[in-house]
């Protein structure tokens, strides 16, 4: 029999670091309309400036444009694919919408995802 029983147990700290990641940020005040206010109709370039704050590469980023308006989600124009945005840079995609039809406020989200899986 042991003459202590309380002196069976310890407990250490082990910490984890987390491996480099990306980090992707992709704000409303990153995309921009060209023109700004256009007329039903008239072809509108949507730009997206993605920031990669994370301490790794992003690598094959795909890029959608989506009008999210009245919680649909339809796509404008093809799914693009940025090679590379190195850690503390960015990169920009863009495309044309097409605004026949779309007459007063739409919302436009931009997805940006390093993992394809959009």
Request: glycine share 8%; no cysteine; hydrophobic share 40%.
């Amino acid at each position: 029999m042991e003459s202590d029983e309380t002196d069976n147990r310890a407990t250490a700290i082990l910490s984890v670091t987390p491996a480099d990641a990306p980090n992707l940020v992709v704000s409303a005040g990153n995309i921009g309309f060209l023109p700004n206010e256009p007329t039903d109709g008239e072809a509108v370039t949507l730009t997206v400036t993605i920031l990669n704050v994370g301490n790794a590469p992003a690598n094959a980023v795909l890029v959608q444009f989506v009008d999210v308006t009245d919680g649909g989600a339809e796509p404008i124009g093809a799914k693009q694919t940025i090679t590379s945005i190195a850690p503390g840079e960015s990169a920009s995609a863009f495309v044309v919408y097409d605004t026949t039809g779309k007459v007063g406020e739409r919302r436009i989200r931009v997805v940006a995802d390093p993992h394809q899986i959009i």
